[in-house]
């Protein structure tokens, strides 16, 4: 948890002529104390990540697919990813790449958990379908990156699934 020191400084410094001039008691000065404390602590912004990076690479029959649409979505029941936030298209070795999703937010001096959701959907034969999903229940951001495997695995299958390949950071 970081502090804002100049915004405790300030309050530490009024709280210790009020107590010189005897206009305060030491219960209120500690009131005063932790009210300027948990202040500080709220005031002060970060970006908590929402997603990881995804890296991946996307197969039909086990050969590279290029130019192929993906969409990323923050909603777990959306799995045809209508109400997506991010795009890509796969590049001539069937790879892509999301950034990591981030959002401005407070400190708080509570301890809160998260739920964060994402799903990935490919658009094929003029439509999308979800080709990935995953979650991060926890306190703070979701950090590292994901290097999904994506393959169709058969001439008939018009499924895509993806494998996460890399160790999870939760």
């Given at each position: 948890m970081r502090y804002n020191i100049n915004y405790i400084a300030k309050s530490l410094l009024l709280i210790e002529k009020a107590a010189k001039m005897r206009?305060?008691?030491?219960?209120?000065?500690?009131?005063l104390f932790l009210i300027s404390l948990s202040s500080a602590c709220t005031s002060t912004p970060y970006?908590?990540?929402l997603t990881p990076t995804i890296d991946g690479t996307?197969?039909?029959n086990s050969a590279a697919k290029s130019g192929i649409k993906l969409y990323l979505s923050l909603d777990s029941k959306d799995r045809n990813c209508k109400k997506h936030i991010k795009t890509t298209v796969t590049n001539e070795q069937g790879q892509f790449h999301f950034a990591a999703i981030k959002q401005q937010m407070t400190y708080t001096p509570l301890m809160t958990y998260y739920l964060n959701e994402w799903v990935i959907c490919a658009e094929l034969h003029d439509s999308k379908q979800m080709i990935y999903s995953d979650n991060y229940y926890g306190q703070g951001s979701v950090t590292g990156t994901f290097n999904l495997i994506c393959d169709s695995h058969s001439k008939l299958s018009k499924q895509i699934t993806c494998r996460n390949q890399s160790a999870r950071k939760d």
């Open positions: 206009i305060i008691s030491p219960l209120h000065l500690l009131i970006n908590r990540g996307l197969n039909i």
